[in-house]
Nanobody, 122 residues
Framework: QVQVVESGGGSVQPGGSLRLSCVVS????????VQWFRQTPGNQRELVAIISVDGDTDYSESVKGRFTISRDNVKNSIFLQMDSLKPEDTAVYYCHPEVRRGGGVQYSEQLWGQGTQVTVSS
């Protein structure tokens, strides 16, 4: 059983910072690319940041320069450092990793975490 667990959400004032963590546990061969999404009520999930297996990163225009995605391949962990937070960053943030699994026949699987709430308000 492979699990994806996010943590680090909370409430912060505008201009503040939060660091989200995502840990992938269970038996996997490799942690491939990982994406962070966010979602507000009544809206579709919005892609926020991407990190490849090699560490290449990309960001949505709305967070570029304020958010930083990183990974620890030894601990199968992914982080999202969020600085200069704005009220419009308020959302539930989801980790979306792709993992390689299997014994003799390997296959890729995309997973979702349960989400962590981020609230930016004065």
């Amino acid at each position: 059983q492979v699990q994806v667990v996010e943590s680090g959400g909370g409430s912060v004032q505008p201009g503040g910072s939060l660091r989200l963590s995502c840990v992938v546990s269970g038996t996997i061969s490799r942690l491939n690319g990982v994406q962070w999404f966010r979602q507000t009520p009544g809206n579709q999930r919005e892609l926020v940041a991407i990190i490849s297996v090699d560490g290449d990163t990309d960001y949505s225009e709305s967070v570029k320069g304020r958010f930083t995605i990183s990974r620890d391949n030894v601990k199968n962990s992914i982080f999202l450092q969020m600085d200069s937070l704005k009220p419009e960053d308020t959302a539930v943030y989801y980790c979306h990793p792709e993992v390689r699994r299997g014994g003799g026949v390997q296959y890729s699987e995309q997973l979702w975490g349960q989400g962590t709430q981020v609230t930016v308000s004065s």
